[in-house]
Structures are given as C-alpha cells and as structure tokens.
C-alpha cells in the first residue's frame, strides 16, 4: 500500500502532499521536511530505493522517488508493492501531468492544485493503485473537464482567470523563476505526443 | 479567480520574503475567507468553491486550518460537479474526526452512492477509500460488496469499488462481511476490462491471505489469466501495454496473489511454470526499447515472477535459473537493479536448493560492498553476505565485513557489529578466531558494540576452558594501546579477574603489571566501568596473594571510600573489608572462578531482529528491572560466586541476558521474568542446555526462525527430538519458541484417540499474514495415524494467540512423529518453522492393575524373543526414585508396586489402544545406582511395539 505521496521543489517546498494514513498535521509537515533531506542528500544516478525515515517507517516501508528539473516525486510504499512497479507509477502519474496541462511545470502545481489532485485521484485511490493505463486516466480527466464546462456559467471563470493570470506574466512572481527552466522534463515524450 | 492569487501571493513572498511575512500573508487571507464564511451574504457555490480551494493551498504550506469543513460538507450536496469535487477534495485530505460531521458526510455519500450517477459514485467511493475510518466503515461495508459484483456497474465504478471495500478491510476487517459475493469477485479475474482485473486482484490478494480457503479458486483463474498475457502478443492488450510490455502492474499483482498459496495442483503447476519460463526467457531477449521504462516494467515482473520461485521453493530448476538472472542484475549497470537483485538474493539464500549458488556470488557481493557509491545498495550487501554465510566462507564474510566497517556509514554501523558478532559466533571452529573478531569490532568501533555484545564474549570465553588463555593474552595485549575503547577495559577487566593467573607466569604481564594496566585506565572510565573494574580487584586479591596490600591500598584510598558514588564506595569498603578479614580459604571459595553458563539463545540475534522488526518486549530491560531489585544493586557482572554468597548475587544474571542459575546455585528467582525461561526450565532440556558451550547449542531453537532456518537443518531437528523427548511422559507445556512465535501444548488421550491443543502466540506488536501451519506425515505414518484438523485464522495479531484443534486417532502402532510446519510472512520476510509434534505411541496407553502373580504369569507367556526387547543404558538423570516412578506414570502405563521381588526395580502395565488391535503391554526397569546405569526390558504382544517403547522411554531416565 501507498502511505504517502509527497511533490516537493528542490528547496524542499511542499507542492502536492497526500497521506492515505492519518497523520496529525504536524507531523505531516516533519515527514514532508525529512524526507526532503533523506532524499536531498542523494546524488542523481544511485538508486531511487531507500528506507524510510524515523516517522514513515518501519523496516516495512521504502520510499521510492523521482527527481525531475525542480521537483521531487516521492511515494512512500509497504512491501506489498513492487518497486519498479511504483518507479513506473510515477512516470505515469507525471506523464499524465504534462499531458493534461500541455509540457507541466512547477506552477501548474500551484496554480491548478485541485486538477493535480483529480488526477492524482485517477491514478491512487486511498493508498492503492486504481488504473495504470494513460489514455484511460486522461479520458477520465477529459471527462471531468466536459463537464465542468457544461456547468458552465461561474463555475468556468476560474480556469479563464487563472490562464489570465498566468498570460500576465505576474509582477509578483519573483523573476528568477523562469518557466521555461522549471518545464518538468519527462523523457520520451513522442511516445505518447 | 481561485488559488492562484493566494498561491500568487504567497509563493512569492516564500521566495523572497521572510517566513514571517508569509504568516503575515497567510493569517490575513484566512481571516478574510473566515470572514467571507461568517459574512451575512450567503455564498454561492463558486465562492465557496474558490475559498475551500485557497484553504487547501494553505493548508499544503503547512497551516493548520481549523474551519471550512462545514463548508466543504455543504459542497458535496450540489448538484454541479465541480462543487461536488471540490468539496469531496477538502473532505479527504482535511477531514477530522467530528462526529456530527462524519454523520453528514455519510449522509451525502450515501445519497451519491444511491444516484446512479456513475461520476458521483466514483466521488464517494472516492472518499471513501481515502479517509477510510471506521465509521464509514460501519456505514458502507455492507453496500460496496453488492456495487462491486452487481451486473449493471459500469467498470470505472467496480475498479473503485473494488479498492474501496479494500480499504474498508484493511481498516476494518471485522466490518466487511464475506458472503455470497466473494466467489463473484473471484470471478472478476476474468472481466474483459484489465483495470477492474487488476483492481479485483488487489483485492483478492489481500482477503486471500486471511480467507485462503474461500479464495482457493482464484489461483486457477490468476494462472490462466496470467498466462494469456505473458504469452500474448503485446497488440491484443488494449492500453494496457506499457512500453512493449504486456499489462505489468497487473502481472504483478497476478504474481503477488499467486504468493498467497503454496504451489497449485499439477495440471494448473504445469501452465504456471510455462509462465515463469517464459518471464525468464524474456529476460534473455534484446529490449525492445532502450527506454527506461521498458526495462523497468519487464523487470519489475521478472523480480515479482523470482519471488514467486523463491515462494514455492519446489523448482530447483526454476531457482537456478532465478538465481543467474540475479547473478546478471548484481553487475548491472542501473543501480536500481542492482539493489533489487541483492534483495531478492536474501531470500534466494535461505532456500535449500539455490544456498550453494548463491553463494558463488560473493566474490561481485564482496566488490559491491567495496565500491557501491550508495549506501542503500551497500545495505542490502551486507544483508546478502550475512544471509549466505555458513561454515566454508564465514571468515572471509565476517573478516570483509570489518573491513567495511572501518568506513561503513554511522547509520548502518552498529546493525553491522551486531552481524559481525552473530557470524563470529555462530561460526566460530576456532575460538579464538572468535576473540580476535569481538576485540576488533570494539577497537574499530567500540561506540556501536552494545552491551550483549561484549556480554557475549565473556559468557564464552567462560564457558570454554581452551579459549580462556588466548583471551587473557589478547585482551592484555590490546589493552596496552594508549587510547582503548571503554568497553575493551570492560571486557579486558573481566577476563583477567578470571584468568589473569593464566598469563601470570610470563614476567611481562606479571600480576603486578596487570594490575597496573587496569589500573591507569579506571580514571578514564565511567561509574558501570569503575565498578566492575573494582570486582577485578578484589578477584585479583585471591588469584594473586602477592599484590594484596597494592590493591589494597588503592582500595583505602579516599577516592575510593569516600567516592560520591554510593556504589563504588560500598564495593570499596565491602572488597577491603572482605580482604582484610576473611581467611584465604574463603576468599578463595567466595572469589572463585565463574561457572559455566547456561547455554541460552544469543541475545545478539534476538537485539538484530528487534533492529529489524518491531518486537514487543525486550528482555534486556526486563532484566535491568530485576537487576536492580537485587540485593547488591550491582549493575554490572560482579565477579563473585555465587554459590558461596548465600544472597542472589548478581553473577545470577551476570550477563543480563535472562540466563538461569549457575548450575551449582540454589534455584534463582532471577530468571522468572525472562521470556525465553519456559521453554527451558523444563527438567528434561534443562540438561542439554547446560552442557558446556559446545557448537551446537549455539544453534537454540531459536535459530530455527527467519532466514537461518534452512541452513542448519539437522541441528533444529535435533532440537526438536529433544523436544518430542521431553513431551513423552506429559501433555502440556511450550512445544516451540523463538524471537517471534510461541508455540504451546495441551493434549488428551483415551484409548485410541485423543486431542490436540496448539495453541500459537505471536510474541511481536506485528501481525503475521498468510499464516499456515501444516501437518506433514509421511505416506506411512499416514496409514496408522489419522489426524484431523481445521486451519486457522491467517493473521495473527501483534500480542494475539490462535488456537488450533487437532484431532487424533491411532489406527496402528507407529514409531515417527508428524512434523508441523509453520509458515507466514512477518514485516515482510517469509518464516518457516518446523517442529516434531510430540504425538508418540505410548500416548494411547491405558493403565492395568494387576497382582504380582498376574504380572509374572503374563510376563512368562510373552516370552517368545521377538516379544521382548532389552535396553541398557547409562542414567542421563539423576537416579532419583520418586521421579523415576512419576515418569512411568506419565508414560501411561500402570506403576505396579510390590510386584518385582527386588523393590528398588519398577514395573508397570498397560495396553495400547489403536483401532486395529489392543496391545499389552509389560515393563521392567531395573536401576544400578553403583554403575549409574539402567536396564530396561519390554514385553508385549507385537514387536515393533516393544520395540518403539522402549526407544521412547529409554530416553527418559
């Protein structure tokens, strides 16, 4: 089983934390913080297997990470899964990202963290895998999208608003991030283009 | 707009800005949305919508939102979608445990669940399984079942019911009742659409391991179905191919399921080897992509397929085969498949089959350790090389292992030292190999050698009178390097207390110099040291008369007497006033050398697997509690006999470790509260434990468990005829124990049938899954005895007991004992346990009473020389008359009393039951107290009765 699933920026800033076991919410925020550091600590190129830390853990329990551009992709897993199965799971989780928001990056996790949350859902559901197959989990999330739009009316203006925003090029943005830098790089792409 | 003006906002000031001015920021826009709530406006959907979002921003940035969730409970009673969603998003990531709330959110579940509206049930479903309490349970448990197998449910909608009623039963199994839709689900393995395949699968899986026998027909099914994909052709798999690679995550879980049984019946066997073959093979081809992924996934079935092999252990074929491939994997190039190959290597090792080629790997395990850059990868080295270890590599493994050390990561150290110390020992021809290794380990890293450690040591150099020299010369050559680790003066204290006279004939380490070696570390030492080096004093006084007054003197000395430490003080005034006034007999018989101890599990193995694995009570602590309720308060291994000092002395728990008395002690309280005491107080094994320390108590029952269990085969099973022994004459008591399971008699017989309790305790804070025990009897013992019994619950809770019935019945005399086996997963590992269950054919004996002119009438009729069969043999046991009467009892038969004309010899009566016939029975036994030696004579109407009889009750006395 899947305890957690935590995204987090190369400072260590949460960008999508999901627990499938209750966790008081201080906690939650020491997991997300030392499992930053267990994982920061590792060169690019070893294993992306390790133990967990002193909170999730357990000798049960590994943590199975992805490191893309800025961002950490970190599930922590029981040994009822299989490794390079949940290593698979994130490249298919973060290749559907950048399907549905057309080459994703850090922002869209910011901006659209309810949609990063729908889709998360189509892929783990309460801890467990639910469907591993992309076209599957996009046309559900196309699905969800037709209907949105059909409810139409006020319930639309978030996604203007939002691409509004994001067209402004914001002033409050700090101008070292350059979106273009933080594009999460999903290799072999054209496979699925 | 929605988030993205907090997200704006507050992102910007995290990048550039203080942590104060995002609190700053934060507090205001949650003032502003409680505002907005509390407002006298009524909300529209989408402004609720809006701020619930901007509550879970900030709630991912690590605020604690404390307000909303009525909100978001109002949310999922809308009718539009997305409010719906959102309102379902806040709800599981933010519920709490409010009551009333959780009433109203069932409410709106239900009401979703009821709508036939495939996207809302995916929602609640949804929530559901992601908050998954126990009121939900108690709320759906019943209702899911019948979603998931109804015929109309659309398929997105069973895949999350499927996972759902998986959560409720891990949550709650008591709560999801199994019923008539267990079998439709099984059948789901055959559904059309592979997402519901692999969702139902999860399921199964986990059901499965408590449920076996109701999920039996899923493995016929799991084959076929795993079959048509590993065999197809990847095009016919809808979307489910991943990278050229038909369906993997549901192999996997095919694969995973599979491991939930032992190996099938041979028509589906057939099928599913073809499968493993052609995993295997594939392995072999080219890639067909050099894509990471592509590798990935064929590999992450190929290691699921391996451990499936290793599961069912019966291929050797298979498991060579296994065991190349991961022979390959250990010198890939992607780390990953590296560390993984290691891994499954482990469990490869404790199999029988692929042992010896497993080991022709640690040349590349050797290199691995060496020149791996990640420690986790070094990690599972080590795991490797302390799971192939036996006797023909142990001191290469053990000898790399310290050399490992030296640079080994602080955080796998001290698990490192405990490994080194358990091969050390448990393969240790030579002793004192074994000595060089434990002082290594505390000169390399004395920080992370724990006190069983190093108890350990002394507790065998002890025990072993060939060693004791070489040790008292090593630990006194070690202790001349100027900087030593506290714990080698411990030790190099100890042994030369005891043994010091041994290297006192050579001038260069002369009492005198001894004492002074010891001596100019004490004030480097803390208080524990101090005190235990003071005891080495006053043992010194004895061994060496000629220093009596030097250590005196020290004894005398101010900071001694009159140390703050009210312990050091009072071993100060104790020892001096015992040196001043006792005689030198007294001395010399108070201040003897230590006995023996008794044998006992090494505690070392039992502090590695609680390292391991989460364990519930740890003997060390408990014998710290009684230590300290000790009279002498001493806190460490005092060198004083305990024979000679009629308080429970300390020396009874010397080493702490829950050892028994010294066996020339009085009976010791001590050992009460140790967990492992049970199994040993018994009489009949007391005796063997106490041999001195030869190699083969060393392997305890207790190493029978986890990964140690194939290696030594014939030791466990000498162990477990001692066992059967010791249950030949009684009905009751602890069959089996180690670290992690406890197992426990009751048994009653009459006539030809009887009952067996077993009763099975699970000594961890852990649950054991898939737990099977099995009774094994061979195709003979099969026909003359029949046993019957039902298979238990397959999880065992952490602190739980099962029981299990065994009913017997004897058809024939028989003379081998059925064997249970015991198997189930523990934290992840596979455990085997196989112990001899004590059922012998003198348990179907009824007691007959007769006169002395019966028994010798009788005794003359079965006087035909196959009827008879003699045994003389040397007394084991003390010849005590009593006892021996008791144990006849206990055998079963009549003890008839003034029946022999010589009244010091026993005999006894009685008739074995079985269906087939009744046998009578007649014994004699005639003690020679002088030679120490027993004849026993056996006559009864069938031969082999006589003579398995005689087998089992020669071993008694």
Redesign the interface.
């Known amino acids: ?1 899947i305890q957690a699933i935590l995204v987090f920026n190369n400072h260590g ?6 627990f ?1 076991q209750r966790f008081p ?1 201080e906690i939650q ?1 020491q997991i ?1 913080r030392e499992t930053f550091h267990l994982v920061l600590k ?2 690019d ?7 967990g830390g002193s909170l999730i853990g ?3 329990y590994k943590l199975i990470y992805r490191h893309y551009a800025t961002l950490y992709f970190v599930f922590c897993v ?3 899964e ?4 949940i ?3 994130i ?2 989780f973060v290749e559907t990202l950048d399907k549905c928001f057309e080459n994703v990056c850090e922002l869209d996790l ?2 659209h ?2 949609k990063v ?2 889709i998360l ?1 189509e892929v783990v ?12 989990i996009v046309a ?1 999330i196309e ?2 999208n037709k ?2 739009k059909s ?1 139409g009316g ?2 639309a ?2 996604a203007r ?2 691409s509004a ?2 067209n402004i090029n ?1 002033p ?3 101008r ?2 350059n979106i273009g830098d933080i594009n999460i790089k999903v ?2 792409l054209s ?1 699925f283009v | 707009m929605c988030v993205a003006d907090t997200a704006r906002d507050v992102s910007g000031n995290a990048h550039c800005k203080s942590k104060e001015a995002e609190i700053k920021r934060i507090n205001k826009e949650l003032a502003n949305i409680r505002s907005k709530f509390k407002g006298d406006k009524a909300l529209d959907g989408y402004s609720k919508k809006k701020y619930v979002c901007k509550l879970l921003f900030i709630f991912l940035l690590g605020h604690d939102i404390d307000f909303g969730h009525m909100e978001a409970v109002n949310l999922l009673s809308s009718n539009r979608y997305t409010e719906k969603q959102i309102g379902y998003l806040f709800i599981s990531v933010l519920v709490n445990s409010n009551s009333e709330l959780i009433r109203l959110i069932n409410n709106a579940i239900k009401n979703d669940l009821a709508s036939r509206n495939p996207t809302f049930m995916g929602l609640a479903l949804h929530c559901i399984a992601n908050v998954g309490s126990r009121e939900m349970a108690e709320a759906f448990a019943g209702e899911i079942p019948k979603i998931l197998v109804a015929g109309d449910t659309m398929d997105s909608v069973k895949q999350s019911a499927a996972l759902c009623l998986l959560r409720l039963y891990r949550t709650s199994p008591d709560l999801v009742p199994m019923g008539d839709w267990t079998s439709r689900v099984v059948h789901l393995l055959n559904d059309q659409h592979l997402g519901v395949v692999t969702a139902a699968t999860s399921l199964i899986t986990t059901l499965a391991q408590k449920n076996p026998e109701e999920f039996k027909t899923s493995v016929s099914l799991a084959v076929s179905r795993l079959s048509r994909i590993v065999t197809s052709a990847s095009t016919d798999l809808q979307d489910y191919t991943y990278y050229f690679v038909p369906a993997p995550w549901l192999s996997v879980k095919l694969l995973r399921l599979l491991q939930c049984y032992p190996p099938p019946d041979p028509a589906v066997r057939g099928r599913l080897t073809e499968c493993l073959e052609t995993i295997l093979n594939k392995a072999q081809e080219p890639p067909k992509s050099k894509k990471v992924q592509h590798s990935n996934a064929k590999n992450a079935v190929l290691f699921e397929a391996i451990s499936l092999i290793i599961h069912h252990d019966s291929e050797p074929n298979l498991l060579v085969r296994a065991c190349n491939q991961l022979g390959q994997f250990l010198q890939h190039r992607e780390t990953n498949l590296r560390y993984l190959a290691l891994e499954s290597m482990c469990t490869l090792a404790s199999s029988e089959f692929s042992h010896e080629a497993v080991k022709t790997h640690i040349e590349t395990v050797i290199n691995a350790l060496k020149t791996e850059r990640d420690v986790s990868v070094r990690q599972r080295a080590v795991d490797l090389l302390y799971a192939m270890c036996d006797r023909s590599n142990a001191q290469q493994i053990v000898a790399e292992m310290l050399n490992y050390l030296e640079t080994a990561d602080y955080s796998i150290r001290e698990e490192i030292v405990l490994k080194v110390a358990i091969l050390a020992e448990k393969y240790a021809v030579d002793y004192t190999w074994y000595v060089d290794t434990i002082l290594n380990l505390i000169r390399i890293a004395g920080d992370y050698v724990s006190e069983e450690v190093w108890y350990r040591v002394i507790q065998i150099v002890i025990n072993r009178d060939d060693v004791q020299g070489y040790a008292a010369k090593t630990v006194f050559e070690a202790l001349q390097a100027p900087a030593c680790h506290e714990n080698l003066v411990k030790v190099g204290g100890y042994i030369l207390g005891e043994f010091g006279n041994l290297i006192a004939g050579d001038p260069r380490s002369s009492p005198l110099i001894q004492f002074n070696l010891l001596h100019s570390k004490f004030h480097l030492c803390s208080v524990p040291t101090r005190a235990l080096l003071l005891s080495t004093y006053i043992k010194f006084v004895n061994l060496f008369p000629e220093i009596k007054t030097t250590i005196q003197d020290v004894l005398r000395s101010d900071s001694q007497l009159k140390n703050a430490d009210v312990e050091l003080q009072q071993r100060a005034v104790e020892y001096l006033r015992l040196s001043t006034i006792a005689s030198t007999d007294i001395l010399a018989t108070v201040l003897e050398e230590m006995p023996p101890f008794p044998e006992r599990e090494s505690s070392i193995l039992a502090k590695l697997k609680k390292k391991k694995g989460p364990s519930t009570v740890t003997d060390l602590e408990e014998t710290k509690k009684e230590r300290s309720a000790d009279m002498n308060g001493g806190t460490e291994p005092a060198p004083v006999n305990a024979s000679a000092v009629s308080t429970p002395s300390p020396s009874a728990d010397l080493l702490g470790l829950g050892t028994g008395p010294p066996p020339n002690a009085a009976p010791a309280p001590a050992s009460s509260g140790s967990l492992l005491v049970d199994v040993f107080s018994e009489p009949a094994s007391a005796v063997t434990q106490l041999a001195p320390g030869s190699q083969e108590n060393f392997a305890s029952p207790d190493l029978a468990s986890s990964e140690l269990v194939s290696e030594e085969p014939s030791e466990a099973a000498r162990g477990a005829d001692e066992l059967t022994h010791k249950f030949v004459c009684k009905n009751n008591g602890v069959l089996f124990e180690n670290q992690l399971l406890q197992i426990g008699l009751k048994s009653e017989f009459r006539q030809n049938l009887g009952r067996m309790f077993i009763f099975y305790g699970n000594k961890t804070s852990t649950q054991f899954l898939t737990f099977t025990p099995t009774l094994i009897c061979s195709d003979e013992l099969q026909s003359n005895l029949n046993l019957q019994t039902k298979p238990v619950d397959p999880t065992v809770d952490g602190g739980a007991q099962v029981q299990q019935v065994v009913n017997i019945e004897c058809i024939s005399d028989f003379t081998e004992a059925p064997v249970l086996n015991i198997q189930f997963r523990y934290g992840g590992t596979f455990q085997n346990v196989s112990v001899k269950l004590p059922i012998t054919l003198n348990k179907f004996f009824q007691p007959t009473e007769m006169a002395s002119q019966d028994f010798f009438q009788r005794w003359k009729q079965l006087s035909n020389p196959q009827q008879e069969v003699q045994n003389i043999f040397k007394a084991k046991h003390p010849m005590d008359p009593e006892i021996t009467k008791a144990k006849i009892i206990g055998f079963g038969s009549a003890l008839l009393e003034e029946v022999d004309p010589n009244p010091a010899n026993f005999v006894g009566a009685g008739i074995i039951h079985t269906r087939t016939a009744q046998i009578g029975c007649l014994l004699r036994l005639e003690p020679n107290l002088q030679a120490q030696m027993y004849r026993l004579t056996l006559r009864t109407s069938k031969e082999t009765v006589s003579q398995r009889l005689c087998e089992l009750l020669s071993e008694q006395f």
């Open positions: 089983m800033k949460p960008r999508l934390v999901r499938y919410e925020q997300v590792r060169d190129n070893i294993c992306n297997f390790l133990e357990g000798s049960d029981d040994s009822s299989s490794e390079l199965g290593l698979d799971l490249q298919v910011i901006f963290m309810d949350h729908y859902q559901m309460g801890g467990m895998v639910l469907e591993t197959n992309m076209n599957e559900q699905a969800q209907l949105e409810e006020l319930s203006a978030p608003a939002v925003v994001k914001l409050e943005i700090p070292n991030i290799p072999n496979q």
